[in-house]
Structures are given as structure tokens and as C-alpha cells.
């Protein structure tokens, strides 16, 4: 047999089936390649610039983790979602990228110092002691599966974004007469005579039946039953659990030095004032007034009357300032100074110093203190992620969590617990790790059954070991063991249904044309005059009027009567007075309401400006792609 199928071989009928062959795999091994050979494979374009369909799919990941971050491993994308997500993604960077290439066609760039003090400024990237920790970065970018390329691309079009949409929300000014009107709103008064009907001066209830308090507990789950609990063994894995088993060396902490003196050190920081015009000539004008020592009010005044803006910028750094130009001008002045006039693509500066912070630095031995503790945590950090893939694979050759702590190091424990952490008998169980630790830990313990076996989970920064052995389902308590609590419950709501109850009957009866006082009498409460308050509850101050009255208060008439439950009870009211605010008075809430005022058409501005660029931009999109930008 094996003869003939040599012999065969070699016939040419063989050798074109073979030939046949060789094509058809040829052809299906690239597919890819020739079924997509002259197609568009961005799924949409601005400008003419394409948003490739990995972009977007790995914009649309982020945004799908970063949801699930904030509602918990417990949440499930369904399709829709993960569509919404996809459009929502898309729709980002096309405005991303319009709004970048007006900012290239103004000329608009952010400069490598202004990108690194960005990045220095946020606050999730600051330690416990206040100062840029870098690890922080690196775990915002695996979490965001992001690379420092594209973190560094994304600061940069954030910069030339604030520069472009900066220029367009400076053009907001709140119209006065709309001004004085929100005030008037705002800060209009109302006084009212007030009857309460609090829980504690109800009537005495009589003593429930045996009935009466089975059907209670019975109707009212959720007050009487026990949470589930689950049985969980655990070991966390931390960069702070492996510190101890990092070594730093002096030449190390030599080598990082310099950095560790950047974050650690407090940069000179200058107080400045600034005007913005149209012209060159009136900015000279500006600088000359300023340098011969006028205020800021006067400067404010004439830039105005140029068709400009003044105002303090307050403290900024070097690195804060984003046009690189004006940052150099401005820290090569003394205090006191004022530029020349810088031109920018928003038109003329004229800067003015009128304070410097000088720069400082801590000594050095803190210093190098301070970078053996950041070099041994960053090492942790990466040895971490290396322990965590040997713990994940131990756990999945079927070691069991106490085993695989004790392989590596770590301190495993068993407990029972619920939702919030506590025990059985109500007590907090202390768990390993902070309070985020503590949060993931839980999340984790809660979105496995029991019974699946040992597995790894992220837990804020480290990494948690876990194996849920029982669950004890939630479950109505017996009647016979909470029966006091359910004796205490029925009498509170009780005596809340009399006091409803009591208010009604008030509440009907002034409206019947009773008057208020001597109803209240009647129900055996006094009216007391309460206010004048203010229209927004949280204003509410202390014993007046309740905060709950206040939405029927302001949308009645004088004479009007309205009922609200109260956090002690009920309470009735009729409005008494109305007190229209003094507007003309209150230069510091007209200021206010216009700062109000102006960053809501700030925001108008932004969108309409936006949207005038995604239409100038001819965007286009590739319906036919986009149902692949949906992550899985």
C-alpha cells in the first residue's frame, strides 16, 4: 500500500492536486490580508486622518474598565453597553483629534517642561507624603493599558486643548440683567407658621397582638435578616509584603538622586497678574500704565475698553505655564516687573510679577532616605507582578491558598464574613492591606460562588489570593429571636401612621377655611413662626423652618397650607410672608451668581465650539466597523 502511494506521487496528476493544495492554504492563511486588500480599515476619519479600528477598540476597553472599576467585578457589559461604550469612544477621539489639528493649524504646542509639571500635578499620581510617586503612574497605566507614549500623547492634546478652549470660554460674560433676576431667585425668602408633629410626642399605641407582630416581621424582610456570609481563606499579595525582600544599593540611590531631588523639592512659584488684548498698541499701552505703577483694577479697565481681559493668575510654576515664551519672560522679571508685550495665538500679553516663592530643597540626607524608600517600593512593585504570576500559577496547579502563602511569603487567614466586612456576632473583621485593599477584597470575596477553588483577584495595588469553601445564604431571622426588635419596630411605625395621621387631619382642616393656630391647638400641637428662609433646603438653617417644607413653601401662595415627612415626624405649614431679595445690596452674591453664570456659558461655548470643529472637520464614519470597536 505504502509502495502504491509513493509510485502515485510521482504521477503529474499528484502532483497539480498538491499544487491545489499549496494555493487554497495559502489563500485562507491570508485571509486577513487578501480579503481586506484595498478596504478602509480606519473607522473614521477627520480631516482626513483616520482613527484606526485598534485605536478605537483600545479606547473603548479603557472606557469599559474603567466603568467596571467604578461598579464592581459584580457588574456584566451586556450588548448594548458595550455598544454605548463604542460610540462614546469613537465620538471622544474624533473630538480629540478635530480639536488637535485646529490647535496645529493655530500653532499651538506644549512644551516638554509643561508636560512634565502637568503630569507631576495630578493628584493621583501623589503619595501618601504629598509628592509624585511614579508607581502611582505605572499602575494608572497598566490599569489603562496605556504605554508612557501614549499617556505622554494624551497630556499634550489635554494642554493644547486648555490653550484652544481656553481662548474660546474667556469670551463669557454674564449679562447683568440675567444676573440680578438668578439672585433675586436664589435669595428670595418665605416665612411661615410651622405645627409639628414629631415621632417622640406621638400617642401612646396599644400593645400589639401576637398576630400583628408575626404579619410585621413576616411583611418586613429586609429589617430582620441575617446577610449572607461566606467562609473565605486569603493572602494578600502587596508591594509593602515584599519590601523586605528588596535590596537598594548606595550606587542606586546615588543614580535616582536627582530625580528624587526634582519631586521632592519645591519649585519657585510666582504670584502674577496678566492683561490680554487684541493689539500690540494697546498692550503697549498697558505696560507702560503698569510699569508706572498702576493697580490691576486700572489695568482691568483699559484692557476692557480694548476689547480684552485682565486678571491674577495667581501663584503658578514654571512648568504650569503652557506657552513656553511667556513662562520665560515672566521668570526673568524681579518682583514688581512687567513684560513687553508677548503675541500669542490668542492675541497680546502683558505679564506682571508682583510676588516670588523662592525655590527650596530638603537636605540631603532626607533626601537619600527618601530615595532608598521610592527605589525599594518600586522594585517591590515590579516583583509583585512577577509573584503574582508564579502565586497564579501554584494556585492553578491546585495549591491550596494556605500552601501557596506559606510558599511565598505571605500571611493567609481564614474567616467569615459579610458584605460589609463584619462577623457573625457583628464585629469587624480585620482584613490585610488599606482601606481600598480592604473595599477590593471584599468585592472579590462576593463575585465567586464557593466552591470554584483557589484563584487570584486584583486588590488596589496588590494582588489577593482567595478561596471562598461556604456560603450561608441570607435568611429571615426567627420570630422567636428577634422578637423584641420586631416589638420595637411595629411600635415606632405605629406611632409614625398616628402621627401622619394627626397631620392630615390638620392639614384637610385648614384647608376647610380653618384657621391654622387654632387647629393646631385643636390637634394638640402649637403653630410657631419659623424663618424667613431661604428657597434651597441645604441652606436650612438650624430650628427653622424644616428643610422638607421648603419645595411646597416656595410653590405656594400666602395662605397656603403643605405637609411634608420630617426627619422627626411630620409637620404642617402655611406660608406666612414673602420677602423678595435685597439684590442691589449684595455685591458679593451678584458676584457669585455671575462667576456661576459664566462658567454654564463657558461650557456652551466649549460644546458649540466643538461641534463647529467636528463639522469643519468632514468627519466620516465606517458604520460597517463599528460594531467591531465593542469590546468583549
Known amino acids: 500500500m505504502i509502495s502504491a502511494f509513493r509510485r502515485l506521487a510521482g504521477t503529474w496528476f499528484a502532483k497539480g492536486l498538491f499544487l491545489l493544495l499549496v494555493l487554497s492554504f495559502a489563500v485562507w492563511g491570508i485571509e486577513d490580508v487578501v480579503r481586506n486588500f484595498g478596504r478602509d480599515n480606519a473607522v473614521a476619519r477627520v480631516g482626513g486622518q483616520p482613527i484606526e ?41 474624533i473630538a480629540s483629534r478635530a480639536q488637535t489639528q485646529e490647535a496645529r493649524r493655530m500653532g499651538i504646542a506644549a512644551s516638554v517642561d509643561a508636560v ?61 440683567a440675567l444676573t ?78 536627582e530625580a528624587q531631588r526634582e519631586r521632592s523639592g519645591t519649585p519657585e512659584r510666582r504670584s502674577v497678574e496678566q492683561a490680554l488684548v487684541t493689539s500690540q498698541e494697546a498692550a503697549e499701552a498697558i505696560r507702560q500704565a503698569w510699569a508706572g505703577g498702576a493697580e490691576l483694577a486700572t489695568i482691568r479697565g ?16 514654571r512648568s504650569e505655564m503652557p506657552v513656553e515664551n511667556i513662562a520665560n519672560a515672566v521668570f526673568a522679571l524681579p518682583e514688581g516687573g512687567v513684560t513687553a508685550p508677548i503675541q500669542s495665538p490668542f492675541g497680546w500679553h502683558v505679564m506682571k510679577v508682583t510676588a516670588i516663592q523662592p525655590a527650596a530643597e530638603k537636605p540631603i540626607e532626607e533626601l537619600r532616605a527618601e530615595t532608598r524608600a521610592f527605589l525599594a517600593r518600586e522594585k517591590a512593585a515590579d516583583l509583585s507582578y512577577e509573584e503574582a504570576n508564579k502565586l497564579e500559577d501554584a494556585l492553578a496547579g491546585g495549591a491550596t491558598v494556605e500552601e501557596a502563602a506559606q510558599r511565598f511569603g505571605l500571611t493567609p487567614m481564614r474567616v467569615t464574613l459579610d458584605r460589609q466586612g463584619n462577623a457573625p456576632d457583628g464585629q469587624r473583621v480585620e482584613l490585610p492591606g488599606g482601606p481600598a485593599a480592604r473595599a477590593a477584597i471584599l468585592e472579590a470575596v462576593f463575585a465567586n460562588p464557593a466552591g470554584q477553588g483557589s484563584r487570584l483577584a486584583e486588590a488596589a495595588g496588590g494582588f489577593v489570593a482567595l478561596d471562598v469553601t461556604n456560603t450561608t445564604p441570607a435568611a429571615l431571622r426567627p420570630f422567636d429571636s428577634v422578637e423584641a426588635e420586631v416589638r420595637r ?29 387654632e387647629a393646631a391647638r385643636e390637634a394638640g400641637v402649637e403653630a410657631v413662626r419659623m424663618g424667613p428662609s431661604l428657597r434651597d433646603p441645604q441652606q436650612a ?10 419645595p411646597g413653601l416656595f410653590a405656594a401662595k400666602p395662605g397656603e397650607v403643605t405637609m411634608a415627612q420630617t426627619s422627626d415626624g411630620y409637620a404642617v405649614a402655611r406660608l406666612v410672608e414673602i420677602l423678595p431679595a435685597e439684590v442691589a445690596a449684595d455685591a458679593e452674591g451678584l458676584a457669585r451668581v455671575k462667576s456661576e453664570v459664566e462658567q454654564a456659558m463657558q461650557d456652551d461655548l466649549e460644546a458649540q465650539f466643538a461641534a463647529a470643529l467636528r463639522a469643519r ?8 466597523l463599528m460594531d467591531q470597536v465593542a469590546t468583549r
Open 180 to 257: 440680578r433676576r438668578l439672585l433675586a431667585f436664589a435669595n428670595e425668602r418665605r416665612v411661615a407658621e410651622v405645627a409639628e408633629f414629631p415621632l417622640l410626642n406621638a400617642p401612646e399605641v396599644p400593645e400589639p397582638t401576637e398576630a400583628q407582630l408575626t404579619r410585621f416581621h413576616e411583611n418586613n424582610p429586609a429589617l430582620f435578616s441575617a446577610p449572607e456570609y461566606r467562609e473565605v481563606a486569603l493572602a494578600l499579595l502587596s508591594a509593602e509584603t515584599l519590601i523586605p525582600r528588596v535590596t537598594v544599593t548606595d550606587a542606586e540611590v546615588e543614580a535616582g538622586l
Open 302 to 317: 483699559r484692557a476692557e475698553a480694548a476689547g480684552g481681559t485682565a486678571l491674577e493668575m495667581g501663584q503658578v510654576s
Open 489 to 517: 419596630a411595629w411600635a415606632l411605625d405605629a406611632r409614625r401612621r398616628a402621627q401622619e395621621e394627626r397631620a392630615a387631619a390638620l392639614l384637610a382642616a385648614v384647608q376647610g377655611g380653618k384657621d391654622f393656630s
Open 617 to 624: 472637520a468632514d468627519v466620516t464614519i465606517n458604520q460597517s
Open 116 to 176: 512634565r509639571g502637568y503630569t507631576f500635578a495630578i493628584p493621583a499620581f501623589h503619595g501618601a507624603d504629598g509628592q509624585f510617586n511614579p508607581l502611582l503612574l505605572q499602575q494608572f497605566l497598566r490599569q489603562n493599558d496605556l504605554s508612557e507614549a501614549d499617556f505622554t500623547r494624551l497630556v499634550v492634546q489635554d494642554l493644547e486643548r486648555q490653550q484652544l478652549i481656553g481662548a474660546v470660554r474667556a469670551g463669557a460674560r454674564a449679562p447683568e
Open 541 to 550: 438653617a438650624p430650628g427653622g423652618i424644616p428643610p422638607e417644607l421648603l
Open 53 to 93: 479600528l485598534t485605536e478605537a477598540q483600545n479606547a473603548a476597553r479603557r472606557e469599559t474598565q474603567r466603568v467596571q472599576r467604578q461598579l464592581g467585578p459584580r457588574f456584566e457589559p451586556n450588548e448594548t453597553f458595550r455598544q454605548a461604550v463604542a460610540r462614546q469612544a469613537v465620538d471622544n477621539l
